[in-house]
């Protein structure tokens, strides 16, 4: 099958790493569904995009709600005609002190990183098997899923659930269905959001770049490329992997994330 004949829906695809996924997957040829739940933003998200290349749908939506995860995989369906793969991008996350982390901020990262990719994931799937779609997952995780950090409990409990998750779906799917689930771990991306929410201050700034053996911030179009190749044909044969992309930076050891 030709790119120009699959569909890649991508969460939380309207800003940050989500958006810089889905331009790469569009200048690739794919056609490209968004989701988020501010519908000004994806409309603004989308017309980035197609400025360039690309056929995009927007869809707003939470994903932490089932009924309209369903609803997204109908409209994607209905607008494109069939769905190849799914980027689980949609996340939430902020500094906070453990013993200070509210309850209900503990269940709204758990609920929109871990229960979220779940449900999305497990739509998707069921769709796949019925008709036997091959399909391929990418979740966006952490690094910090499985090495901790300071500040961040919440997203790497709820992170680290993902990585497992998608480790045992690789196994059970890929063999029954042929439908593979691969993690990408991004490191410090620029122009996110995410990354300068989980920044104190300009000396712990300053000291994160050092700390990067590249001495620079990713960018979303390199995430973007990495998860293209995961969701191709040419990747086949890697299934219930986790991809770092960080230049090296989770080796050296800084846990300010």
Not at 15 to 43: F, H, M, N, W
Not at 136 to 145: F, G
Not at 215 to 242: H, M, Q, T, W
Request: charged share 20%.
């Amino acid at each position: 099958m030709s790119v120009e004949s699959r569909v890649v829906i991508v969460t939380g695809g309207s800003s940050g790493i989500g958006k810089g996924i889905a331009r790469v997957l569009c200048q690739k040829g794919y056609r490209v569904t968004i989701t988020g739940r501010d519908p000004e933003k994806l409309e603004r998200a989308k017309s980035e995009i197609e400025k360039n290349d690309g056929q995009v749908l927007t869809i707003p939506m939470d994903v932490r709600n089932v009924d309209q995860v369903g609803e997204m995989i109908r409209r994607t369906k209905e607008a494109f005609g069939r769905i190849d793969g799914l980027v689980n991008n949609a996340a939430g996350n902020f500094l906070v002190k453990a013993e200070e982390l509210s309850l209900n901020g503990w269940k709204a990262v758990i609920d929109i990183v871990l229960n979220g990719t779940w449900y999305c994931t497990q739509a998707l799937a069921k769709e796949w098997i019925a008709d036997g779609t091959r399909g391929s997952i990418v979740n966006i995780v952490a690094t910090y899923a499985w090495t901790g950090a300071a500040g961040v409990v919440h997203s790497a409990a709820a992170k680290a659930g993902v990585l497992a998750m998608s480790r045992s779906l690789a196994v059970e799917w890929g063999s029954r269905y042929g439908i593979r689930v691969n993690c990408v771990a991004p490191g410090p991306i620029e122009n996110t959001g995410g990354t300068e929410k989980l920044i104190a201050s300009e000396q712990a700034y300053r000291h994160l770049l050092q700390t990067i053996p590249a001495k620079r911030f990713g960018k979303p179009e390199e995430v973007g490329n990495l998860v293209a190749f995961l969701l191709s044909p040419e990747a086949e044969y890697i299934n219930g992997d986790c991809v770092t992309i960080d230049a090296g930076f989770w080796m050296t050891g800084s846990r300010l994330m």
